[in-house]
């Protein structure tokens, strides 16, 4: 398998890479952990303008006609400052609506997010869920002119923000089953919904979401009815593989934060970095980068794989190994800093708590461990 960047790839990652060092440092995100929104509406707009927002959506629908493994690309980028803006939620929700939405809809709840005017969020995780996305209680009801929705939903990226809401609701089937379940579009001032704004450990935003007799017209409804299981189970896989990527930029900098604190520490005359010892943990956490940098790109370019078993097994082998790696590069990182690195005035700390939260979204290791183990490749011992 081919790992090396085309020429045009190439030239998107050094942009991003000039980009994120010259407008968006960690600094900007200590600034912004602080307000209501919890990211910056003028370079939500920049990165629309820049077509980074609809990189990986079909030019039908206002995006750039790339795919995947351009938007991770970015994503690793991103990555590496801890950039808060939004762009996870819009891959997630963006995708639902390319694919299932009619081209009104499509104009309607996403052309606007793909230039940076507006922002997506998509409601999936419930109370009972742990990680499940067939495990739906809030329930659609069929109303003369549409449907009526009840449930709650748990902490909705940039839910508490975004002006459209992608959420999945069940019409039929059995509990936890992928049969029954529809995906709808709400606004955020939608009668009967109650948004709730929480801040998550790595201070990023997010909501919980009540819908109590939510009124939605026929328009509202993606796709057909009772039939999104396949579209979600694949969103999924989407937001397992974006934290994957994410993830690859965080430990780039975790990384190389710690090489220069070594390089620059000096205890007994020398620099803490000439120890032996510890020239060993930092080899162990280049080797645990590294590793994650080719997982990143395997989750890139299996994203989009028909083959559902092998996307499957693709994302999940790659989640299971970046939240490993993760925690270990993380963890040495604050050690290896000693003191200085368990407060929060100095960066590594905020990279550790973003790679934790990165752990437990669109699947934690447990989930992705047991899917993998499930899977007909593994059960037969290949």
Not at 255 to 284: C, N
Request: hydrophobic fraction near 40%; charged fraction near 25%; glycine fraction near 10%.
């Amino acid at each position: 398998m081919d790992f090396e960047l085309t020429e045009d790839q190439t030239l998107l990652v050094d942009t991003v890479r000039e980009f994120v060092k010259k407008e968006s440092p960690v600094e900007r995100m200590r600034k912004l952990r602080g307000t209501e929104l919890g990211w910056d509406r003028k370079t939500w707009k920049q990165m629309g303008e820049l077509g980074w927002l609809g990189v990986m959506f079909p030019e039908s629908v206002g995006g750039a006609g790339m795919t995947f493994v351009e938007a991770g690309l970015i994503l690793q980028e991103l990555g590496t400052t801890l950039v808060p803006e939004p762009i996870i939620p819009l891959m997630v929700a963006g995708t639902a609506i390319a694919r299932s939405g009619s081209p009104e809809q499509q104009e309607r709840f996403l052309a606007k997010s793909l230039t940076g005017d507006e922002s997506l969020a998509f409601a999936w995780n419930e109370e009972q869920s742990r990680h499940d996305v067939n495990d739906v209680k809030t329930r659609a009801e069929k109303t003369k002119d549409g449907f009526r929705l009840d449930g709650q939903k748990r902490w909705v990226l940039n839910g508490h923000a975004a002006d459209h809401i992608v959420l999945s609701a069940r019409s039929g089937g059995d509990t936890r089953s992928g049969d029954g379940l529809s995906l709808f579009v709400i606004d955020k001032d939608t009668p009967g919904v109650k948004i709730q704004a929480v801040q998550m450990m790595d201070s990023q935003k997010g909501a919980l979401l009540e819908l109590k007799n939510v009124e939605l017209g026929r328009d509202r409804l993606l796709g057909e009815e009772g039939k999104a299981g396949p579209l979600l189970d694949h969103l999924m896989d989407y937001g397992a593989a974006a934290t994957v990527c994410e993830a690859s930029g965080i430990l780039q900098s975790v990384l190389w934060m710690t090489r220069s604190y070594l390089m620059e520490r000096k205890q007994f005359g020398a620099p803490i970095g000439s120890f032996q010892a510890l020239q060993h943990r930092a080899v162990d956490m280049f080797v645990e980068t590294e590793l994650t940098k080719s997982v990143a790109m395997l989750a890139m370019i299996k994203a989009d794989e028909t083959d559902v078993a092998e996307r499957h097994r693709a994302i999940s082998a790659a989640k299971t190994s970046v939240i490993e790696s993760g925690a270990f590069v993380t963890r040495q990182g604050i050690q290896l800093h000693g003191g200085i690195g368990v407060t929060d005035e100095h960066d590594v700390g905020l990279y550790f708590k973003r790679m934790h939260i990165l752990a437990t979204l669109f699947g934690d290791d447990a989930f992705h461990t047991a899917r993998y183990a499930g899977l007909p490749s593994f059960t037969r011992g290949v």
